[in-house]
DNA sequence: TGCGCTAATTTTGTATACAATCTCGTAAAC
DNA sequence: GTTTACGAGATTGTATACAAAATTAGCGCA
């Protein structure tokens, strides 16, 4: 009865909310704005039913924040927040990257060195919106070789929180994140070298927090009102 | 104008949630247990859509999978998935523990003491789904001392898991897991012994893990259809 | 009896309708 | 001029209605 393509179609509010989500992560939708569900759903062309079904989904993910009776805002990572995202990274990610070292296949190390490419890529032309991107899927890459489902889902997560972050803290003067980190860890990573991949990635998201500026500026509020409520 | 209790009442939604989750820990409903949302809905008196909601909720912390166009089900972890939750809580637990040994207050410690006593007075009245909850909540108290929200939020989703994972997969036979390592971690919170705290919480967890049944059964289903689709 | 097909029933997915709450502008009072 | 109160408009929360899909039951047939 071959059933082919396992293909199951994906329901309508995950689309919607995985299209919000890449348009977080490029900075196309920034902190603190607004996603009427009316609004969202006439650009998806679906019923509001399925945005909030969406905005609820990216709530979980703290990606948007609900307020009760007001709606849905792209969320806004106090420094706290930031500073302990990057906490439950470095509790997580180290040892992950050992783990992945240790099962990386060549076709992992493949998938992995066009990541990098298409992130050289982006960045030449420009486009850091994507750039970061492909940064983050890097590091859920790496989650996905350990062969660890569960911290891999809970580090797609955070690296969905730390674009956000990047977006609110990021100090432009600081050199590109283009610190090769990610290459030397592809090399790592190739000649099955986990400790050494659990130490690169250590100083990698030490770098990443402290190329942020997380001075207790609870981010710019934009009225009187947000500052207060 | 003084907004007295900043009581935010809780969504509908969330209070269906909470309590099957409820329900969930203590085992009143079983793994593999469909929750039909017409059948929900009228339990609690709610149309549809906050269960869907509910739902949805629970889905996202893995209490329950949905599948499409078939519905909720309570979640079956797999014998990998419950290797993988523990794992996780090894990389998280232990330092988050050893964070608390070194932020605990007075009125911490009494809080986890109280959860203890609790815990052991549900015990003796041969209360074990009470003792089992109740000893999740000590290990989430833990992260919450530590003042890490965002990890304290992982650990409770996976405390929550291990619950399911332990109703799947617990040895009768072995004693019960009243082995006293909580009154340990607690003495060393007291004494402010981060070291002694992250140790100890990486053996009881280790413990815990053992005295699982984690042979490759991925629990028994319940008819020929569910174990083939 | 056992298998396969079709139709009725049930259940979920989505859209719409109504109720509750908040926002914001206007105007009156001090 | 500033503040407060009120109400119209807009937005979210929930319920219901309809569409699509799956499960189930019944029937025919080998």
């Not at 860890?185 to 402290?210: F, P, V, W």
Request: proline residues 3%; hydrophobic residues 40%.
């Amino acid at each position: 009865m071959m059933q082919g393509q396992a293909e199951q179609r994906e329901s309508g509010s995950t689309r919607v909310a995985e299209s919000l989500a890449m348009a977080i992560h490029e900075h196309r939708l920034s902190p603190g704005m607004k996603l009427s569900e009316d609004e969202v759903g006439e650009i998806y062309g679906v019923s509001r039913t399925v945005v909030r079904a969406a905005l609820q989904q990216l709530a979980h993910d703290r990606l948007v924040e609900l307020k009760r009776n007001r709606g849905a805002f792209v969320a806004q990572p106090s420094v706290k927040e930031a500073r302990e995202v990057f906490e439950a990274r470095a509790l997580l990610e180290p040892r992950t990257a050992k783990s992945a070292a240790e099962r990386a296949t060549p076709e992992d190390i493949k998938v992995l060195q066009n990541h990098i490419d298409e992130e050289h890529e982006a960045l030449e032309a420009g486009d850091t919106g994507r750039a970061l991107h492909l940064s983050g899927m890097f590091h859920i890459e790496i989650a996905r070789i350990a062969d660890q489902t569960t911290i891999a889902d809970f580090i797609t997560q955070l690296v969905s929180r730390s674009s956000l972050i990047i977006a609110l803290y990021w100090q432009r003067r600081t050199a590109l994140c283009e610190s090769h980190a990610h290459d030397a860890l592809i090399k790592a990573l190739a000649r099955h070298d986990g400790a050494a991949a659990e130490e690169l990635m250590q100083h990698h998201l030490l770098d990443l927090l402290t190329s942020l500026d997380l001075r207790d500026q609870p981010s710019v509020p934009r009225s009187l009102k947000e500052a207060l409520n």
